[in-house]
């Protein structure tokens, strides 16, 4: 509830526990076991930040923040609730709300381009290695040089492809491209788009401003994630979130101290955001968190415990809400005393004792004061919800949607010339250019091929006509030996004739 310019959580025996505005850019932690009233917590400060004119984010990972929409209805439970903490001026009604979804299924589509998100985070999305992250730097490095838009996974998948083929003209000024690398990005890719993601890349692109957003009578709306099915894949919800937190400090503008933050996100399963996360990441993040807080950004992480979140992040968290706790095991009291040694001490009660006694709706609270100092831990009882607990149908989510300002702004993906395009037509023209060389090749091989036929063609000619022509030779020579053969024959025969005739006639004359 907004009371007397103060966003009231809750209430101790003594005082009424709340967040003082202008110090709620200071951040938050929600902690406390499953089933201890996390979820209403966040729901409360949500509907009071509303209330404070102040837009707030929040993952839905249930599905049962989305009642925000729908004005709360009476239980025994919670009057007893509130004639416990003597609410006289509390009311149920609904609150401005504002449905998104990755998958555009449930909510207004978001969208954003692989250049907006940055090598860093889709590192932590493909679960990359420093080194091959590295490769993904150069990657959209020579993207940028060369003015490769790079929107959606085509873009990149295609990009990198040729990248990889042409490395060689890349190493000497950007470093080592390594095949190897370039390989398991593209698998990654792929697992990546199994998983739905393609539809969180492309255009129209989401503009980070819609979420800050009030309605005519100057209540902050509150914008949900429907992330029952991205909690599905931690890793791209951690992920998105983590883009969000990257996004807003990189897009807003520094305002220092306002008298209210202009937006308040809160990070459900917050432990997911550090699962894992390498030193030289972290180091990112936490001065993300330490400087988002002067562009008028709240954050507020929902986990189990406060040892969920990495000491220097935790540092920066100064107001904070423990439900209870679970200590059957060594591990679980170590973290129900690291939770307890986080507040200043009270000395009505046990800080410790009191984390394992808390029933459900109760908590240990400290906000900072004027002075932006931590108060003195407070046991007290939240507020219950004004709005709706639990699931909506469907026809009250699309009613929702389809009166809102943003109904149809992010609806349809569109495609413009992008890497994808470009590449591809490079792609072509290298492509027609080397069928060209080839079949250039290809024509002066026949065309040599030709001119050698035609000269062994030539070759062979000359050679049957020399042998005609020796045969003829030889044909002619033969005739004529043999014709010489018969003349002289003939001759002889004559000769010899005539010697025989004047030898006969020589004796016949003696003899007479």
């Known amino acids: 509830m907004y009371l007397n310019e103060k966003i009231l959580i809750g209430k101790s025996k003594e005082k009424e526990l709340f967040i003082l505005p202008n110090k709620a850019n200071r951040h938050g932690l929600i902690t406390g076991a499953s089933g201890s009233g996390k979820t209403v917590t966040s729901k409360v400060m949500a509907e009071s930040f509303s209330d404070a004119g102040i837009p707030v984010f929040m993952a839905d990972v249930k599905g049962d923040l989305a009642g925000s929409c729908i004005e709360g209805k009476t239980s025994e439970k ?63 490095k020579i993207a940028e040089d060369e003015n490769l838009k790079l929107v959606d996974l085509k873009d990149l998948r295609l990009t990198l492809q040729y990248i990889a083929d042409n490395r060689k003209d890349y190493i000497t000024k950007y470093g080592n491209i390594t095949t190897q690398s370039v390989g398991v990005i593209q698998r990654s890719l792929l697992s990546l788009e199994k998983e739905g993601a393609e539809k969180f890349f492309g255009e129209p692109d989401l503009n980070i401003n819609d979420f800050i957003k009030t309605n005519n009578e100057g209540k902050g709306y509150i914008n949900i994630l429907h992330a029952t099915k991205l909690f599905e894949n931690p890793d791209l919800y951690a992920s998105f979130l983590l883009w969000l937190l990257t996004e807003l400090f990189t897009t807003m503008p520094e305002v220092g101290d306002l008298d209210k933050p202009k937006i308040v996100f809160f990070f459900d399963e917050a432990h997911l955001l550090f699962n894992g996360m390498p030193e030289y990441r972290l180091k990112r993040i936490v001065q993300v968190v330490r400087l988002v807080r002067s562009k008028g950004i709240g954050l507020y992480f929902v986990s189990q415990t406060p040892t969920d979140i990495p000491n220097p992040i935790l540092a920066q968290l100064g107001n904070r809400v423990q439900h209870t706790l679970r ?33 459900t709706g109760e908590a240990l609270i400290s906000f900072q004061n004027e002075k932006g100092e931590p108060e003195v831990v407070e046991k007290g009882v939240i507020l219950p919800p004004q709005s709706a607990m639990g699931t909506i149908d469907e026809m009250t989510r699309t009613k929702v949607i389809n009166n809102s300002e943003f109904a149809g702004k992010y609806d349809e993906p569109i495609d413009n010339e992008t890497a ?66 018969r003349v002289i024959q003939n001759t002889t025969t004559g000769f010899i004739r005539r010697i025989a005739n004047a030898i006969v006639k020589s004796v016949f004359s003696k003899k007479k």
């Open 420 to 485: 994808y395009e470009i590449l591809s037509k490079k792609l072509e023209e290298k492509k027609a250019l080397e069928e060209a060389e080839d079949k250039k090749k290809e024509e002066e091989k026949l065309a040599k091929e030709e001119a050698k036929k035609k000269k062994e063609e030539e070759k062979e000619a000359a050679r049957i006509a020399r042998q005609k022509q020796k045969e003829a030779e030889n044909s002619f020579g033969g005739q004529a030996k043999k014709m010489g053969q």
């Open 78 to 140: 919670i009057e007893e609730r509130l004639k416990s903490l003597n609410l006289k001026e509390f009311d149920y009604k609904s609150f401005p709300v504002h449905f998104w979804d990755i998958y555009g299924e449930s909510g207004h589509p978001i969208r954003t381009t692989i250049s907006r998100v940055g090598s860093s985070i889709l590192s932590i999305m493909l679960g990359l290695s420093e080194a091959q992250e590295g490769v993904l730097d150069i990657v959209f």
């Open 327 to 359: 200590a059957y095991t060594p591990a679980e009291q170590k973290n129900v005393k690291a939770a307890a040694t986080a507040f200043r001490v009270n000395s009505k009660f046990d800080t410790e004792k009191a984390i394992l006694e808390l029933g």
